[in-house]
Structure formats: C-alpha cells, structure tokens
C-alpha cells in the first residue's frame, strides 16, 4: 500500500490515540516546531521527551530480590550457600530479601531502546547526543534490557499504565521498524513502518476506536462479540462458527454503530472495467447488522471506514433495514479536520 502514507506531523496524533493517551501539549508544540523526514525520527523524539518526563516525576520503582552476604540477619538465610561457605561461625550469612528499586524491566529496556537509537547512524547527529544525554540521567549501575521480542513480551506482561505503558509502546514500534536486528557486526537500519499493512490496520482501528472514547460522551465505546441469531442440532455446531468481534461499537439509548475499519489504499475494486465496493468487507458488515439485536426505540446502523488514498467515497445506503455508509477519511489532511471528520461521522 505504497500509496497510503499518513504524514509524519499526523502520526504522533494517530499513536497517541492508539494507545489511549491523549497528545501533550508541551509534545505537540515540539513536534508541530520540528521537521521531522523519517518515522524513526518521531519515534526516537517522542520516546526521548516521554522518557524525559518520567525521569523527572521518578522511575517506576518495584521490588526485586537480591542475594547478599551479610553479617546481620535479612530476609531469610539461605542455609545451604552459607553452610558451604562455613559462613555462620564467622556470624554471617547469606540471606535472600526484597528490595525497592528502580531497576526494573520496563526501565532497563528504555535505556537499552536509547542506546540503541543512539547509535542508528539514520537519525540525525543532534537527536542522537540528546539520546547519549539522557541515558546517564539513569541510576548508576542500572544494566540496559536489549530491544528484542523476548525483552517486550516480558515487559508487556508487567502491563504498564499511563506513561510508562505508553513508552512500551513506542520501544515496540521501534523494534518493529528495524531491519535488520541490531548486533555487534551491523548497525541497524530503519524501515519505513507506514508500509507494514497489518501493523497499521491495527493501529488505525485503535486510533479510531480510542478517539472516539476521548473525544466525544454521548456513546459508550467498545469492541464487542455479536452472538450468531442461528440454531443448530449441539452446541459443538456452534463452535464451528467464525467469531464476529467489532472493530468498534458506539452504543447509545436512541443509536447504535457498529462502525468497521479498513486499511486500505482504496474503498472500491476493479471488477469487469467497473468500480466496485470490496464484497468481503461489505458481507461482513452486513453479517455484524443482521446478527445484533436492537434494543427497543434504537436505531442501528453500519459504517465501513477507509482511509482515503487513491480516492475519497461517501455513499450511503439502506441494507437489510439499516442504514449504511461507506466512507473515507484524509488522514493527510491538518489533524483540527481530521477531528472534525471524524466527530461529524457519528454526528
């Protein structure tokens, strides 16, 4: 989908409401000053202020265990080790205790996603010594976790919140960005991750669905699981049957959209030297309206929402009693006329 190319200004927007933050003012005032020509230089910018921040407030700090010999009691002894080492006549011993501190997974891994972006000769000289800069505001001693799928699965499963979590968020990106992983023979390059498909289809349904639970407060918002209205002779029939799960729902007492996003360069196909609507997508949609009850006295409604590259397109029809729209939206366009769009969409 070479065609499809979100500009880079736009991107911090897209990320933030990906990841269920709102932008900061003092971040978008940065990133509306700076130029930026690559992705990686959002990244690397958005990660070094954010990590900033959290310097400032205070390293998440968690307990972690530690191993010392001691000449008072902590913790629990470890009676085999001292044994061994004929420790507990001299009145020491080896104990096992929990300690507070800041060197954690999440904070290792922030200074291991500096050090690398450090050292990626593809980011411009300046933004790399502000990368050298920060990583010695770190506590001394604090070993850096390499950027790698292991480190963020390890991480992700801490689930961090608030800043910290979105920070995770960007080091993955960033991991998903380098080609090829960085080692002691090569430096890393950087791929443009616009061009990964099914990473921004991802991102561009959590964009939409989290926009709408910030920015507006007459719909509740969420990706639900629309039951089959079908019988069948066991309940093992049912198994067989795919799952319908909402990209997203917005659900009110008078309305109710079932509103489905599509990363795709175009909303219409070549079909026998004519434009047509993507079948799948449609039947799909289709399938989500025919299966959901309404509640009584609201109105349900479908859209299928494209990004618009190729083309734009707003049609709107009546499908099996419900209202349907198809509809693209520029996300090439300033973000105030993105937000207006898209509020407008559900208006």
């Known amino acids: 989908m070479h065609s499809l190319m979100i500009p880079i200004q736009n991107l911090y927007y897209l990320l933030c409401y990906a990841w269920n933050r709102l932008p900061e003012q003092a971040e978008l005032l940065a990133v509306q000053a700076d130029t930026f020509h690559r992705p990686q230089e959002l990244l690397a910018h958005v990660l070094l202020t954010g990590t900033r921040r959290l310097l400032r407030q205070g390293l998440p700090v968690a307990y972690a265990e530690r191993e010392e010999e001691l000449p008072e009691l902590r ?3 470890l009676l085999a080790p001292s044994v061994a080492r004929n420790l507990l006549g001299q009145g020491r011993a080896i104990c096992s205790y929990d300690e ?3 060197n954690t997974p999440l904070n290792q891994l922030l200074l291991g996603t500096l050090q690398q972006l450090a050292h990626t000769r593809a980011l411009p000289a300046a933004l790399r010594h502000e990368l050298k800069l920060t990583q010695r505001r770190f506590p001394a001693g604090m070993e850096p976790l390499a950027l790698s799928a292991t480190s963020l699965r390890l991480v992700h499963r801490l689930r961090p919140t608030g800043l910290p979590g979105f920070l995770l968020n960007v080091c993955e990106l960033v991991y998903h960005s380098a080609l090829p992983a960085p080692t002691a023979a090569g430096r890393p390059r950087f791929r443009d991750f616009r061009r990964d ?28 699981t629309i039951r089959w209205q079908a019988e069948a002779e066991s309940p093992e029939a049912f ?14 007492p008078d309305r109710k959209i079932i509103l489905d996003t599509k990363y795709y360069a175009a909303a219409l196909r070549p079909r026998y030297d004519q434009q047509k609507l993507i079948s799948p997508h449609l039947y799909q949609l289709y399938a989500y309206l025919q299966n959901q009850p309404a509640a009584p006295g609201q109105h349900l409604e479908g859209i299928l929402l494209y990004p618009a590259a190729t083309q734009t397109l707003d049609v709107r029809y009546t499908l099996g009693g419900h209202p349907v729209r198809i509809v693209t939206i520029n996300l090439a366009q300033p973000w105030q006329d993105i937000m207006a769009d898209l509020l407008g969409l559900i208006g």
């Not at 498909?197 to 639900?224: G, I």
């Open 75 to 77: 913790g629990r002894i």
């Open 197 to 224: 498909e099914p990473l921004m289809a991802r991102l561009f349904e959590q964009f939409v669905r989290n926009f709408y639970k910030l920015e507006q407060r007459h719909f509740r918002v969420l990706s639900e």
């Open 100 to 102: 507070l501190s800041a």
């Open 239 to 252: 198994d067989l049957l795919p799952a319908m799960i909402t990209d997203t729902t917005l659900e009110a």
